[in-house]
């Protein structure tokens, strides 16, 4: 196999994105992240002892996995993906435009890359018979969650939301997110009534990471309690909510850390 240049790749990237308006938060906050995935794919990486050919393969994925998000950024200022699938665009745009030659000169990955990036955004991976695609696509899937958490605890609730945090924090958590919590699954987008319950099932992101390390990554930046804290709930049937929440979520972390 052909090695893979990250720091070239990274300098493409770059290059890329010169055709973006890095002023738009969104578009911003969307770099920021690509580089956080990537920083949170190396930690993976490095905990679970991986091969340096998965590493560098695992980098270049996390590099390129949202590429989409800045079309999509750019035409409608928005993340919903009902709109613009981002993960299909990135592969189209990779892959049947060829914009994968200025990333890595050797077509060895691609398929895996390909994989790893369409279903990056899925609720649930499908059954993948192929060790490499599914170490992989598992890999970039903890690596984005993992800097959702970080994005979610520091950023803007404003930029993220499009609405007052005063706004937010009045809501209600409905009852079937909650009850997803109970049950140790992720929420489906369809299942969000509120704004709360967008900002339960970021939190939920946890039920379906697949290392030890991704755990371990969680409990070292505090990031359950982090992204909970960020808001004063003010109905008591919402705190309510949010402690049984961060109660559920922690020990959860804490005994998948532990392996």
């Known amino acids: 196999m052909a090695q893979i240049d990250i720091e ?21 906050l969307k770099k920021v992240h690509t580089y956080g995935v990537v920083k949170a794919a190396d930690y993976i990486c490095t905990r679970e ?24 950024l750019k035409a409608y200022n928005s993340y919903d993906d009902n709109r613009f699938d981002h993960a299909r665009f990135g592969v189209k745009l990779l892959f049947e435009e060829g914009k994968i030659k200025d ?39 903890d690596a984005d969650k993992l800097d959702n958490f970080r994005v979610k605890s520091v950023d803007s609730l404003e930029a993220h939301f499009d609405l007052p945090k005063e706004t937010i924090q009045k809501e209600t958590v409905s009852d079937n997110v909650l009850q997803a919590v109970r049950d140790h699954r992720c929420v489906r987008r369809e299942e969000r009534k509120t704004h709360l319950d967008m900002w339960i099932s970021y939190m939920a992101f946890i039920f379906d990471l697949n290392f030890p390390s991704s755990f371990c990554f969680i409990q ?9 804290d960020r808001m004063d709930y003010s109905e008591k049937n919402t705190k309510d909510s949010m402690e049984e929440v ?14």
């Open 8 to 28: 070239h790749a990274k300098k493409e990237f770059d290059k890329y994105l010169r055709d973006f308006d890095l002023g738009n938060p969104k578009i911003l």
């Open 49 to 72: 002892e991986l091969k340096p050919e998965d590493r560098d393969l695992a980098l270049l994925i996390a590099l390129l996995h949202d590429i989409g998000r800045f079309e999509q």
């Open 103 to 141: 990333f890595i000169s050797c077509r060895d990955y691609d398929e895996v890359i390909r994989q790893a990036i369409a279903l990056h955004s899925v609720y649930r991976l499908p059954e993948i018979q192929d060790p490499g695609v599914l170490l992989h696509c598992r890999i970039i899937r």
């Open 220 to 228: 070292e930046h505090d990031y359950i309690n982090r992204c909970i």
């Open 246 to 259: 961060r109660r559920i979520c922690l020990d959860y972390v804490q005994k998948k850390a532990e392996g």
